[in-house]
């Protein structure tokens, strides 16, 4: 089976905002580029694009044939997707071990396991 | 019952269980099992029932579900019935087919299905009840019962929730969730709705039987029949009786004592759990006179167990029990169960011990306010007369 892992940052603290990101001691911030990296190593891992700051989304939408264009993510910034991966997997067990090792996880995000419909 | 009934209610969960294991899809399964009970119902009374009914059972079912992917190639093609050579009537026995239960029941309570789904499959497909009476049971309407159900199936099959049991790792929370499933659907029962209650038993003899070395499934089936047992003793009229008032004579003291007997194995197996304290709690309770000192410190020690106030509570009533009722009030008083009813009838109680009479009438008020059960507040309402003016 292939999942989709939707990475919503929420809380965590990333390097984007620094001030955030200093709450996290030295060996925090080495542990989640070393566990984003180990996770982008895992069999079966297709790494995500790598997405900028939510504040610097549009939101597109079309009404009556005219394109409305709104500033910000179509969910709360607090809400917004951070980053994604796809994850080729036995089982739904197996997808969430891995969810389990994303760092946004343990930090104020969640991540949200979708399967991926194959025709 | 009717003798068929008894076999459908006997044979349902382990002939599911295993052509699950054998179709690879719960839908298929759970149709090939109807035909093949709607057959043996047709069939059994005229011909006889089959010197194996569970083997006839799975193997007619698979013949019809073989029957059933001829007719729909696209379907055959994403199971696994592909791989496997057909199935002939007859030539199985009970011992080749193997109980795959287990793997059904951690399906079912698989986390990632929410509770009220989980409760509802575990009925459906361990326990061969009918929608209808799931719906029944739990006061919702039939047709919201149906769509949990069919979301909840549809969920294990695109999500990928696997049919098995958890590997090492990820059993200890995995079995903590199947308990808690089983004892919830104890729980609606003991409410009043017997069915449910002799349902959970039934589920919890399954699980013991299932994983023998498993101390904590021990316990909770011990949980289950020494509280089931003071059941007829519960209600008069439609009254709530507490425990130190109930008729003894009308307490079952045979299941009590199987309860007990699985709790010594439960202890034997030597796991100190949740279900292990409630049980130990359960069987003193049973004891006459009651070890209030010891009944103290087990809700002492299930509370840190769990952190849960509830149980804090009936700590502080053992205590009340064991003779401290200024330490019981103390410690209600400590509790942040403001909205709970259980918490205002327990204080209303040790302050009418305590010769506090305006107060305790004050705390019978706010617990009426709070209940919702007709024979619980009849209970309230016989307490607060009793007060002194």
Redesign the interface.
Known sequence: MKYLMLIHQGDTPTPRDPEAWATLSEDEQQAVYADYQAINQTPGVTPGLGLDDPSTATTVRVEDGRTLTTDGPFVAVKEALGGYLVFEADDLDAAIQLAARIPAARLGGAVEVRPVVEY | MTPLDDVFRDEWGRVLAALIGFLGDLDLAEEAAQDAFAVAAERWPREGAPDHPRAWLVTTARNRAIDRLRRDRTLAAKTRLLEVPEAVEDDLDETVIRDERLELLFTCC?P?LALDAQVALTLRTLGGLSTEEIARAFLVPEETMKKRLVRAKHKIK?????FRV?PAH?LPDRLAAVLAVVYLIFNEGYGGRGELAGEAIRLGRALVELMPDEPEAHALLALMLINDARRDARFVDGTVVLLRDQDRSLWDVEQIEEGRALLDRAIALGGRGPYELQAAIAALHSDEPQDWPQLAALYGELARVTGSPVVELNQAAAVAEAGDVEGALALVEGLELEQYHYLHATRAELLRRLDRVDEARAAYGRALELVHSDAERRFLELRLAELPD
Do not use: D, Q, T
């Not at chain 2, 695109?158 to 696997?162: D, K, N, R, S």
């Open positions: 698989h990632a695109a999500a990928g929730i696997p958890p990820l």
